[in-house]
């Protein structure tokens, strides 16, 4: 049996527990099944913000006609060379980490699959290792409906969307969340007709008042409460059929089609039932205050926890591992911060906190200031139609315990806010500094403004 200080099951986010501990002397073994680098690099956040930039570049022709700039031509432009130098991008990324890995005396990097023997002993079938410590960054995959005829067609996930063969004139995308939004929105403006279809809503767990302005500016059109009953491939197209809203039959074709119904996590191969690491009726591994399973000395952090699903959540979960078992400091239970997400699609999505629907149901007063875009000088100068900032803030504290934007640059935007969330801020926190004029940023301070008038109303 091999023994290390440390083992990884996961080369995505698990690298945050690879090369720092590597260099205080500890001997590290790293496992990936996949490529390295995981979702994020591989197949997620990353080579879909370099796919999205370049088309919200093409969207300017069409918002430069608000402006009564007019292009004679329509923009010339390689999709499918986007998209290879995308790929190769990433691919030249993940290739260098297993590298760097074998350039470090104290990181051993095996490009196999693993599951558990016993408690603290893994295998590959062949060899066994065991660890002081080890770390469960198994991540998810794409979680697919039961759609009958699904499964025998040659459908798309995010995988597939995000390095084509060739790039399809008509894409149907089946599921109204991040991903479909995402990504829907840059094949649209890269020149696909798309059509979205989903069995519920549009960001179903987004804020009210989101929801309702992003469906009045959607990238693309989304069919919603649309009951799915056959999909089938023939002749190079996708047929998907069903009952829209209204009970009508119909039936939609494409070349090609994605899935984007959520995801699973990567669970059920390691083979826990030999270890005491329970898992949630949903497969997520159970983990304790300290992100250490029913199983001592075997951790797990990100995606597969089911905590937070973003690459930032697991680098501060993987950062806190390190600190708590490696830095000498004082064990203590993880504290997260406040946590921000964003949806780059068009029109861009930014949150943190809670939801006005969710201090409702909780019986939590607050006040709530909404502005919208239109009504700054940005506003103004940009000739904005659509967008807004919305706060919630506690009416017992006064400090922020919602905040909600969509917009451009709502990803940059709510950083604003975090930093106060962080820094316990109050209403008059955000009131008194002072907002270049006319920056885009005025749109949070009128919405805080909004707020204050909210407060003196009911006081008077």
């Known amino acids: 049996m091999k023994e290390y200080d440390i083992i990884v099951i996961g080369a995505g986010a698990g690298t945050k527990l690879v090369t720092p501990p590597s260099q205080i002397g500890k001997r590290v073994a790293v496992f990936e099944k996949e490529t390295p680098g995981g979702t994020c690099l591989n197949r997620g956040c990353i080579p879909s913000k370099m796919v999205i930039y370049p088309s919200e570049l093409l969207r300017l022709k ?12 329509q923009p010339n432009f390689d999709v499918d060379g986007i998209f290879n130098r995308v790929n190769q991008t990433v691919k030249a990324d993940s290739d260098s980490i297993p590298i760097a890995y074998d350039k470090n005396p104290n990181i051993n990097y095996y490009p196999k699959k693993v599951w558990f023997k016993g408690p603290k002993i893994i295998t590959d079938g062949n060899e066994d290792y065991t660890a002081k410590h080890i770390f469960i960054v198994t991540g998810t995959r794409p979680n697919l409906p039961e759609i009958p005829g699904l499964k025998d067609t040659p459908f798309w996930t995010s995988r597939e969307a995000l390095s084509p063969d060739r ?4 894409l149907i995308i089946i599921g109204a969340g991040f991903i479909s ?22 960001l179903k767990h987004a804020d009210g008042e989101i929801k309702e302005e992003l469906n ?25 059929t069903g009952k829209n809203k209204e009970g009508k039959n119909i039936n939609f074709e494409a070349e090609k089609l994605l899935i984007a119904t959520g995801i699973k ?25 300290s992100l250490q399973t029913g199983e001592p000395g075997v951790y797990a952090f990100g995606d597969v926890i089911g905590r937070y699903f973003f690459r930032h959540s697991a680098n501060f979960e993987g950062e806190y591992l390190f600190d708590n078992l490696y830095s000498g400091k004082e064990k203590s239970p993880i504290k997260y911060p406040p946590m921000p997400e964003a949806i780059f699609t068009h029109p861009q999505i930014a949150s943190v906190g809670k939801t006005e629907e969710e201090l409702i149901e909780d019986n939590i ?7 919208p875009y239109r009504s700054s000088a940005t506003g103004m100068a940009r000739l904005s139609e659509s967008g807004f900032v919305k706060v919630l803030v506690s009416k017992k504290t006064e400090q922020v315990i919602g905040a909600h934007i969509i917009g451009e640059e709502a990803a940059n935007l709510i950083h604003q806010i975090v930093m106060g969330m962080y820094l316990n801020a109050k209403l008059d926190d955000y009131l008194g500094m002072i907002y270049i004029h006319p920056a885009i940023s005025e749109i949070t301070r009128n919405a805080f403004r909004k707020v204050r008038e909210q407060k003196l109303k009911e006081r008077n």
Do not use: W
Request: proline residues 6%; negative net charge.
């Open 62 to 73: 069409q918002e430069s006609e608000r402006f009564g700039i007019q292009y004679p031509n």
């Open 167 to 170: 790039f399809p004139k008509s």
């Open 181 to 202: 939004l995402e990504l829907g929105a840059a094949y649209q403006a890269y020149g696909a007709k798309v059509t979205g279809l989903t069995r519920g809503e549009v």
């Open 216 to 240: 009045k500016n959607l990238p693309f059109p989304i069919h919603t409460n649309f009951q799915f009953s056959n999909i089938q491939f023939q002749n190079g197209m996708f047929q998907v």
């Open 265 to 289: 996590p990567n669970t059920e191969d390691l083979k826990l039932e030999h270890t005491n690491v329970q898992c949630n009726r949903d497969g997520y591994i159970i983990v304790d205050e």
């Open 365 to 371: 007063p607050y006040y709530k200031g909404v502005n």
